[in-house]
């Protein structure tokens, strides 16, 4: 597919000192050994969110972001794919929080190169509130499916994506 | 809402009081509250039905100090920078601050002027994002419009696109100074005891001369932005000054040698409702007139004026609650650092009837307000000769043991406080942090927003709106709870009656 030879990010973000929260950025970091050389792939680590992440995602066709999700539904390790359709919905009740799906509809309506693809994955995580530079036991089994996934992700790029040229405000 | 579920949250909730009776002083929150989310409003009703008492919570950060325990205290700058990702160079100006005091070294001249210009930068940067992004759509959007429209796309199609680039645009430029120092924003390895990493290569100063200049129209530009939006619209100014958004409390803030607000350096100064100085300390002294009170219900702790003693969520002449950020630090002073941003300061007093303001709600126009003096800040220190010095370190060579370092966040007045073994390696650390300072006002902000909207048992529709319109103003970080998914703050509303049994439960995600 054309599609393999666009340009992709992988983002990992997350906090690599609060405990299951660097789960994203320990999952995009075994992704760039497998990737080391392929030159179509950037990955990225970042601890930023909301509008910062304008600056890692300009001028990519294709973003995979990597990140924790906390739901309480389910066991730590679950991985979600949340749908960038969902999350691009705007709210005006963040009070601090400048949201993924804020963030790419805030890029289109600059006129900004955003990417016209967006995969969202999330792992379920059992403690991003304490300090601390070791995964739950839980979640580092996890890592390898996470990264299988991640992986899968970028090498098949999703179907009838909806969050792809409809643009979102 | 079903029994069931009602049964088990009463019985959690009772245990956890159980826990607290047995005489722990640190509430340790019971597993099913964690789960519940991230932003949750306990209310509890009277016999009649009306609020007695409404408190706000937010997911508690553990683990700092056990975390901290024998690391280099070279670390700490690193280390606390990173733990939020909404004030890291706060964090990491704090604790270099606390780094040169631990040591007994004083920065060089051009060292402590790159962390000043690398200090404001980022004030200017992180007010401009809060007022366009975050707080800007209740006021520029407008409060009443759908919500929806209430976000930075609806921001972008009032001020216009051009408005919306230029505001992108800036701090992208901002921030690059930023790492043009520190690396990273997130992580900047810029402090170092007794001064900075880097020097400012006069090569690269015309464009950060540039910077601003330019910083310093767009901080006019985002007041004259503010008047022609919110204050030629009488709803706003209504809005602002109305019962429901004041608090008469304390203020605190830093203020320089002339009691002129200074982000960076300085001593505290704290006015009491009727705007006049009660305290003024060196930071080194904070734990003379700063105490942490501690309530059954929850694991925030709540600070108030030590001399004064905890004299429970009351305003007037005896409270002892004192505020932090914007506009709390230009009530505690007497005025701005800046010839435009004194400007602004004079005609914001005019307008508002005088000091103090305890409008909650000013703390927007009062923001704007800093960027200018952030902005002209930056002008001023890349004007000065001795900002290109490569004299930007004195080694430190006194022996480590107690160290206090204190600056204004973007959100308020941030304490650091490290002791250290001979070594150097941490012993105990201590934050209080600018939600904390400002946690007892939020308190009551939510809990004047219950009282109008809850009586007899009745909850009136927009309970949860407006209890936001409060608690958005302070911009109460909440770095660690807002980094996972789904990136938004879930708010939860609970309400108990008088025997305190869950009576109805409303949330907003």
């Known amino acids: 597919m054309s599609t393999l030879s666009a340009k992709t990010i992988v983002l990992g973000l997350g906090n690599d000192l609060l405990t299951d929260d660097a789960i994203g950025l320990r999952v995009v970091r075994e992704v760039a050994h497998r990737l080391a050389s392929d030159s179509r792939v950037d990955v990225r680590e970042t601890t930023e969110m909301g509008l910062a992440l304008l600056d890692f995602i300009v001028g990519y066709e294709r973003v995979i972001l990597v990140d924790s999700i906390q739901t309480g539904r389910c066991p730590p390790g679950t991985i979600h794919e949340l749908d960038a359709t969902g999350l691009k919905q705007l709210t005006g009740r963040t009070p601090h929080f400048l949201g993924i799906g804020e963030t790419l509809a805030l890029g289109r309506q600059l006129g900004l190169a955003m990417p016209t693809e967006v995969r969202i994955l999330a792992v379920e995580v059992a403690d991003p509130f304490t300090l601390g530079t070791e995964l739950t036991p839980a979640l580092q089994r996890a890592v390898p499916d996470v990264v299988g996934l991640v992986l899968a992700a970028i090498r098949h790029p999703h179907a009838a994506q909806p969050a792809s040229a409809t643009g979102a405000a | ?509």
């Open chain 2, 1 to 509: 809402m079903q029994q069931a579920v009602k049964d088990t949250f009463n019985q959690g909730a009772a245990r956890a009081n159980a826990a607290y009776q047995m005489g722990r002083r640190r509430f340790t929150v019971d597993p099913i509250t964690r789960l519940e989310g991230h932003g949750k409003i306990d209310i509890y009703l009277d016999e009649k039905g009306d609020v007695e008492r409404a408190y706000m919570q937010v997911p508690e950060l553990r683990g700092f100090e056990v975390f901290s325990l024998g690391r280099p205290a070279e670390d700490m700058p690193q280390i606390t920078s990173r733990i939020c990702g909404v004030c890291p160079t706060a964090h990491h100006m704090a604790a270099t601050k606390c780094l040169d005091d631990l040591y007994q070294v004083e920065p060089t001249s051009a060292g402590r002027k790159i962390r000043e210009l690398v200090y404001n930068t980022f004030m200017l940067e992180d007010h401009a994002l809060h007022f366009f992004v975050l707080g800007g759509p209740d006021f520029v959007v407008g409060p009443e419009a759908p919500p929806a429209e209430r976000n930075i796309v609806g921001v972008i199609g009032k001020v216009g696109l051009e408005a919306g680039k230029k505001v992108i645009g800036t701090r992208k430029r901002l921030r690059e100074l930023i790492t043009y120092f520190g690396g990273k924003v997130v992580h900047p390895v810029l402090g170092l005891p007794g001064g900075v990493s880097k020097a400012l290569d006069p090569a690269d100063l015309p464009k950060f001369q540039q910077l601003a200049k330019d910083g310093v129209e767009f901080a006019e530009w985002t007041l004259q932005v503010f008047k022609d939006i919110v204050l030629k619209n009488p709803d706003y100014v209504k809005m602002i000054t109305s019962d429901a958004f004041t608090h008469k409390t304390c203020y605190m803030g830093t203020v320089d040698e002339q009691n002129r607000v200074n982000f960076y350096d300085g001593k505290l100064r704290v006015v009491d409702c009727t705007g006049k100085e009660i305290y003024k300390f060196h930071p080194r002294q904070y734990r003379e007139f700063v105490a942490e009170h501690v309530e059954p219900w929850s694991y925030m702790k709540f600070t108030f004026l030590k001399p004064r003693g905890w004299n429970g969520f009351v305003e007037g002449p005896e409270s002892s609650i004192y505020a932090v950020a914007p506009l709390a630090r230009l009530n505690a002073a007497d005025g701005m650092a800046t010839p435009k941003a004194q400007a602004a300061y004079e005609e914001f007093y005019q307008i508002l009837g005088g000091k103090p303001v305890h409008h909650t709600l000013a703390t927007h126009w009062a923001r704007v307000i800093e960027m200018i003096q952030a902005a002209e800040t930056m002008e001023k220190l890349l004007n000065d000769p001795e900002i290109t010095s490569p004299d930007v370190r004195r080694v430190p060579t006194a022996v480590p043991k107690e160290g206090i370092g204190v600056v204004e966040a973007p959100r308020g007045t941030l304490f650091h406080h490290y002791q250290t073994d001979e070594r150097g390696c941490i012993t105990m650390a201590n934050m209080i942090v600018a939600t904390a300072n400002n946690a007892s006002r939020i308190a009551m902000s939510v809990e004047r927003a219950a009282k109008a909207l809850i009586k007899g048992g009745k909850v009136t529709e927009g309970l949860l709106n407006k209890v936001e319109m409060a608690f958005r103003a302070y911009d109460p970080c909440l770095g660690c709870a807002t980094h996972s998914l789904p990136g938004h703050l879930p708010l939860r509303v609970k309400i108990y009656d008088h025997h305190r049994q869950l009576v109805e439960e409303l949330r907003q995600d």
